[in-house]
């Protein structure tokens, strides 16, 4: 162990490497500019609790959310940063668990449910226990002196996509060769090589005009997937329809579903994988045979 970064990030030493590390399962309040997120009061007593938790040279285990050889987990869970992405433990304390029961954080669920049931169980049990004790986020006034975060909103939000990630979960133990264009990324970019045709769950962040083409993101700088409407679609206009009423949020408080499935032959461009997309009908809530 090396520092406590914030509320929710380590920075781990390990076997000669260091690397900054996400907690999963934890959004606590801010601490450090550099975020939309405001900071708050509440967020530096997250740090301070993190870093109380966490002294220099403690010994932690990070547990990875798979089941794969652990070269393959270094380089797979990773977030839009290049973090890895992992539960911490530390003397057998669950430290994702106990940050939520104490209020420092609610069960963050924007990217998914915790990936073992179990954790997922004690998770929801912890971010209850804190609610019926109004402790931490869930007393605003009395933490910040003011509402920083309107976690009634972004609860529902955060379960919405969720649920769309806990049914991709399933979908996708059935058939795999359905692709998730983080943790499968390097197998969209074998692919996009072939330009295969191929069926992707991605998330579907942001859209941007790139000349007379219209590229959208998912605000991922470690797995830059896009899609690709080319210039002279007749239906990309219904596309930017579909894409703003269903799945692209303009901001916290206007929650879309964030998550689709997206079907097309996969291509390279400038070495990154992107997918090409030219009617409505190639995005769906479910995956399409």
């Not at 896009?226 to 210039?231: A, C, E, G, T």
């Amino acid at each position: 162990m090396v520092r406590a970064i914030d509320g929710d990030t380590l920075r781990l030493a390990s076997d000669g490497r260091e690397e900054s590390v996400r907690l999963l399962a934890l959004d606590t309040e801010e601490s450090n500019r550099g975020s939309n997120k405001p900071v708050t009061p509440w967020g530096q007593k997250a740090k301070e609790a993190a870093q109380a938790t966490f002294p220099a040279g403690v010994t932690v285990t990070l547990e990875f959310p798979g089941r794969e050889p652990i070269q393959e987990c270094w380089e797979k869970h990773r977030d839009n940063y290049g973090r890895l992405l992992g539960y911490v433990h530390k003397e057998g304390v669950d430290v994702q668990e106990h940050m939520i029961d104490e209020g420092y954080s609610p069960y963050f669920v924007k990217y998914g449910y915790a990936d073992f049931p179990a954790y997922h169980n004690r998770y929801t049990a912890a971010e209850r226990r804190a609610q019926t004790a109004h402790r931490g986020v869930w007393d605003q006034f009395t933490v910040n002196g003011f509402e920083a975060r309107n976690y009634a909103v972004l609860g529902v939000w955060w379960y919405l996509r969720a649920e769309a990630i806990d049914d991709y979960r399933v979908a996708k133990a059935s058939n795999p060769s359905l692709l998730d264009s983080r943790r499968d990324y390097q197998q969209l970019v074998e692919l996009a090589k072939q330009e295969t045709e191929s069926r992707v769950f991605t998330e579907l962040r942001e859209y941007r005009m790139a000349g007379r083409h219209v590229v959208v993101t998912i605000g991922s700088f470690q797995q830059p997937f896009q899609v690709f409407i080319p210039n002279g679609v007749e239906e990309g206009q219904d596309i930017l329809r579909l894409l703003d009423n269903r799945y692209i949020a303009a901001d916290e408080i206007r929650p879309r579903r964030g998550y689709a499935y997206v079907r097309g032959p996969l291509k390279l461009y400038q070495g990154k994988p992107e997918m090409i997309v030219t009617t409505p009908d190639q995005i769906s809530d479910a995956p399409m045979s």
